[in-house]
């Protein structure tokens, strides 16, 4: 994985601005510890930083080809891992073309040259790059068919930027971390739309996307969406397919000359990647694992709404299962109200996010994991892709006109509760989510032959795997990178998730439980407890001090009369927080809403200003 940001301009000489390419040295260090580069041209800058995980040695950035007399033709800054580079190398040498190294960042240079951007549609893997193709004039960036990899851009009249994260674009000097009404909208609805970015004038390349910018400007187009089809094969075959395609998967994905590990939460899905990883690289030294736990929750768990049990026991029994080197991470009140933690969140993650205790604890825990490991392979994306998540098959949820996460909230504000009142009328957030919500129910491609049902269900789905999924993959991807840890996540292969996408729903819960199939697929991989485990999501911490710590945070925001946090906050909500013995839910304020508050103040404390 590495981390890249550049410039491209018709208006100004960049190989003459030495101090932009220093400003954008900085921006992304942490993508990228290992090597840091620059190349430019006068319409031209790109600045890479590489994590070296294959191919130590070679794999330099930008990679550059040139034609017969040693004149440069395509120059490219890429990040990402292409899972089939061997074959394509293969095909490619068929062709005629030559390779200096072994990396993968080579042969995308080479796929380039003979397929253009068209190449996207033969890589498999996660990965966002830019291409500067020199004969053409034309910057061409690319962003894997789920977003695993974050990709940004901004087109401004003296020049087009783009980065892996918002910070880089803002080095380039052509856009300022400026969040307007349409920012607040995007960041506190939890309704996270494909494109649209928090910050004024910058915009995200959409997963799938193929975005290219020269001297008539920015068009767009995908070269990759779900494609609905008759599922033909019946129950057996279909789950042998599953099993067959996984395997294969994490054979590809285990590749790496660096040490690698797995995340093992004792639910299904991790454990699956576990056993399956296990399985190719357990010899001599044992699979390395992690898991995190809240300390409070060793001898306090209280069963609830979504967690019926601790992670602990089950990930005790996974890891004696596999016989892996285990670490398990206790974590407590201290570390997740800890200021400069929750501020290295927030700046990870360039905006609040939702569920702040789950936040700083996956931050210290890839923390930890840097400690012994530089990539991790985690079960993401599974709940999504086989429907694990509670909205999948309540009822209520099931029939809300809205995103099911948000009917799965009780319609209650996840992340705007403290906001303030006419603001929040002004803003419309209701009917920003209700016209989000239409656009995507109009995206979702179906066969036409389905009962309502099924209909249904593949909306659901769909509505998962290209919106709820961006949540946790930029979660994945921004914190594991703020310890600089490649997180790889086989259950986001596009081949599977083609094929599970088109898979009826009955097949799906064929033995009347969330991801039967999946269950049925790995089946002989797992203990009984692990895979009978009902489905239990990241753990939400019990601790009622937590919620305490967080009042205190919020009344000492509240008392600096010269925080600019309190002018978008209503007071008597506010208020309601830090009085009220329901910590101000009978008002309708989540705690949610008061990690938002929280997270708001770090926001614009590190230089964020909101315009209304």
Same mark, same amino acid.
């Given at each position: 994985m590495c981390g890249i940001v550049g410039l491209v301009s018709f208006v100004d000489d960049l190989s003459r601005r030495p101090d932009l390419a220093t400003a #954008? %040295?900085?921006? $992304?260090a942490l993508r990228g510890p290992d090597a840091v580069s620059e190349w430019s041209s006068p319409q031209a800058l790109f600045v890479p930083r590489r994590l070296a995980v294959v191919d130590l040695e070679g794999g330099h950035q930008p990679a550059i080809a040139t034609d017969d007399e040693g004149r440069e033709t395509v120059v490219l800054s890429y990040t990402g891992e292409v899972f089939n580079f061997v074959e394509l190398r293969d095909e490619l040498r068929s062709r005629g073309h030559q390779f200096r190294d072994r990396s993968d960042t080579e042969v995308v240079l080479r796929a380039y040259q003979e397929w253009g951007a068209a190449c996207a549609e033969r890589l498999r893997g996660m990965f966002a790059f830019a291409v500067w193709d020199v004969q053409r004039e034309e910057l061409v960036l690319v962003r894997d068919r789920f977003g695993i990899y974050p990709l940004f851009y901004a087109e401004t009249p003296k020049g087009f930027? @783009?980065?892996?994260?918002?910070?880089? $674009?803002f080095t380039t000097g052509l856009v300022k971390p400026v969040v307007d009404r349409a920012g607040l909208l995007e960041a506190f609805s939890f309704t996270? &739309? /494909?494109?649209? &970015? +928090?910050f004024k004038d910058t915009r995200e390349v959409v997963p799938g996307e193929v975005v290219r910018y020269g001297r008539n400007g920015v068009t767009r187009h995908r070269y990759w969406q779900f494609t609905p089809a008759e599922h033909t094969d019946d129950l057996p075959t279909t789950e042998r397919r599953v099993r067959e395609l996984l395997e294969d998967i994490v054979r590809r994905q285990v590749a790496a000359d660096v040490p690698i590990s797995s995340m093992l939460s004792g639910g299904l899905d991790s454990s699956a990647i576990c056993a399956l990883v296990n399985r190719v690289v357990g010899g001599e030294k /044992?699979?390395?694992? @992690? &898991? #995190?736990? @809240?300390a409070y929750h060793l001898e306090n768990f209280r069963p609830d709404e979504v967690h019926d049990s601790p992670d602990s026991p089950y990930v005790a029994k996974m890891a004696a299962h596999l016989g892996s080197d285990h670490r398990e991470l206790l974590i407590n009140r201290d570390h997740l109200v800890d200021p400069e933690g929750q501020a290295a969140v927030v700046r990870a993650m360039d905006r609040p996010a939702a569920g702040l205790d789950m936040y700083v604890s996956l931050y210290r825990l890839s923390q930890e994991v840097r400690r012994f490991s530089t990539v991790t392979l985690t079960g993401d994306g599974s709940d999504e892709l086989f429907g694990g998540y509670v909205w999948f098959h309540d009822p209520f949820y099931v029939e809300s006109d809205t995103f099911p996460w948000l009917g799965a909230s009780h319609q209650m504000e996840f992340l705007s509760g403290l906001l303030d009142r006419e603001l929040y009328a002004e803003l419309d957030f209701p009917g920003y989510v209700r016209d989000r919500y239409r656009e995507a129910i109009a995206e979702v491609p179906l066969t036409g032959s389905e009962d309502p049902h099924e209909r249904r269900m593949r909306e659901i789905t769909y509505?998962?795997?290209t919106r709820y999924l961006r949540v946790v993959l930029d979660r994945k991807d921004r914190l594991g990178m703020a310890a600089s840890i490649e997180g790889r996540v086989p259950f986001c292969d596009h081949e599977l998730a083609e094929y599970v996408y088109n898979v009826p729903w009955h097949m799906k819960i064929a033995d009347g439980r969330e991801k039967s199939l999946l269950r049925a697929a790995v089946r002989d991989l797992l203990p009984t407890s692990v895979l009978e485990r009902k489905k239990s999501p990241y753990p939400s911490v019990q601790d009622p001090a937590y919620r305490v710590a967080l009042r205190e945070q919020l009344r000492a925001i %509240?008392? !600096? %009369?010269?925080? !600019? +946090?309190?002018e978008l906050l209503d007071a008597k909500r +506010?208020? &309601?927080a830090l009085t009220d013995k329901s910590f101000g839910l009978r008002a309708g304020v989540t705690r949610m809403s008061v990690e938002a508050a929280v997270q708001l103040h770090h926001w614009l404390s590190s230089g964020v200003t909101v315009e209304l």
């Open positions: #954008m %040295r900085g921006a $992304l930027a @783009f980065g892996s994260e918002p910070k880089a $674009l996270p &739309s /494909p494109g649209y &970015s +928090v /044992p699979l390395k694992t @992690f &898991s #995190m736990e @809240f509505l998962n795997m %509240r008392a !600096d %009369r010269n925080n !600019d +946090v309190n +506010v208020e &309601s």
